[in-house]
């Protein structure tokens, strides 16, 4: 039973891990899956490029000072954030499959539907004809069966996997906390320094009078260490979502 494997096309809704890692479409499947009836690699970049800068902006904006991280409605709250950049960007592309769906990013999987797992790990499954644009490209769960060795050699090429506009979602335990935490990548895995690059928000906090305030990153990096020691226990792990190769402009 592989825990690091290349999913199938159409990722989930929220986040939260998905069952015990199974058998799994080759990479070559995940790819047939969201062939593009009509590609524009084009317009695909120019939708992870647009996400990208808003999220600089926004970290410029706040200019290394805590943005509040509290309530529902918050941009800066972690998911929140890397929704934020999806949705100010998302009504000028569809997928070319489904031309007439609006384009929608899916929740965090419940945690009932978690379980065994984690939440934190997955995203809902909402099916691209309902305008989902990502698929999940990568996912690593932890698996008892192996060693933790095994374990952390199959997180460690997981982040290998890394690609520029890859939306990630991991539940983990790390110096920050405990629990979910969402990020989108900047550029893709560096194997010359071993590191990736993100933007993100409230990874990192503080609390004023009682309520939550995050600090937004853009261009952080960390060795692919970092994140595998984060991630890589029992009952916790980690996904990338990729847009299709399909979305064109509207």
């Not at 379980?115 to 690593?140: K, M, S, T």
């Not at 935490?181 to 895995?189: G, I, K, L, Q």
């Not at 226990?233 to 399909?246: F, P, V």
Request: proline share 6%; charged share 25%; aromatic share 12%.
């Amino acid at each position: 039973m592989s825990i690091y494997t290349v999913l199938p096309a159409e990722p989930a809704q929220s986040a939260v891990p998905a069952p015990e890692a199974s058998p799994e479409p080759t990479e070559a499947v995940a790819q047939e899956a969201t062939a593009a009836p009509e590609a524009d690699p084009a317009a695909r970049e120019e939708f992870i490029d647009r996400m990208l800068a808003l999220a600089q902006t926004l970290a410029e904006q706040a200019g290394n000072r805590p943005q509040r991280a509290h309530y529902a409605g918050d941009i800066y709250v972690c998911k929140n954030f890397t929704v934020h950049i999806f949705r100010e960007n998302s009504a000028d592309y569809k997928i070319a499959a489904y031309p007439d769906a609006r384009l929608v990013i899916p929740n965090n999987l419940s945690r009932d539907k978690s379980r065994p797992h984690a939440y934190g790990i997955a995203w809902e499954d909402i099916p691209a004809q309902q305008g989902n644009p990502f698929y999940a490209a990568h996912a690593f769960y932890y698996d008892a069966n192996l060693s933790k060795e095994e374990n952390r050699q199959l997180a460690l090429a997981f982040m290998r996997e890394v690609k520029k506009g890859d939306f990630f979602q991991m539940s983990a335990n790390y110096q920050y906390g405990v629990g979910a935490h969402s990020a989108v990548f900047t550029a893709d895995y560096d194997p010359d320094t071993n590191r990736v690059a993100w933007t993100d928000s409230n990874m990192n906090g503080v609390k004023r009078n009682g309520e939550r305030y995050g600090y937004v990153q853009f261009g952080a990096q960390k060795d692919i260490g970092w994140f595998v020691d984060a991630f890589c226990q029992r009952t916790r792990g980690a996904t990338l979502y990729r847009l299709r190769d399909d979305i064109v402009r509207r």
